[in-house]
């Protein structure tokens, strides 16, 4: 729970003694939003696959920001090596960690009596439910105001409306 949540983990002036870096998160949770509002513009997409899409579309991601920043991030002269790249790779890991929820909203939508429609839009609910959650807790581990947190928590929840948008325009 600390590594979710360290803003817990404060210097003696009251300041967070780590970075406030939900970016992948943030942006994971976005992706995800697109997937399901794509999948679902060319019709009900099978539960399946939708999982699928969605974890191997995290992964895939992951792995193109792992090697961007690897290779943008590059000294002259310097050789790559693991360490550096595992470091780079725990900190993209939560673009993966955020297909999760949805799939799993979308493993477990039967549960609920959903039919494959009502799937893609608990799924898409998740992913802009969880963006909204991440950036507010991005905003509070930086010891941001309680204003700053809602104007962040609002701004990502425009985006996700803007996917939500973009799928309700295509008719699904």
Known sequence: ??????????APSGRPLSRADYAGA???????????AAASAVGDFP????VVLLLVTGLVFWAAHVYA?????RLVGRRLDWTETR??????WPIVEAAVLPAVAVALSPLLGLGLSGTAWLALGVAVTQQVAWACIGALHAGASRALVSVEGAVNLILGLAIVAAKVA???
């Open 1 to 10: 729970m600390n590594r979710l949540l360290p803003w817990s983990r404060r």
């Open 26 to 36: 943030l942006y994971g949770s976005l992706l995800a939003a697109s997937v399901v």
């Open 47 to 50: 539960r399946l696959q939708l």
């Open 69 to 73: 920043h690897l290779a943008g991030e």
């Open 87 to 92: 470091r780079v790779g725990r900190r993209e």
């Open 170 to 172: 295509v008719g699904h």
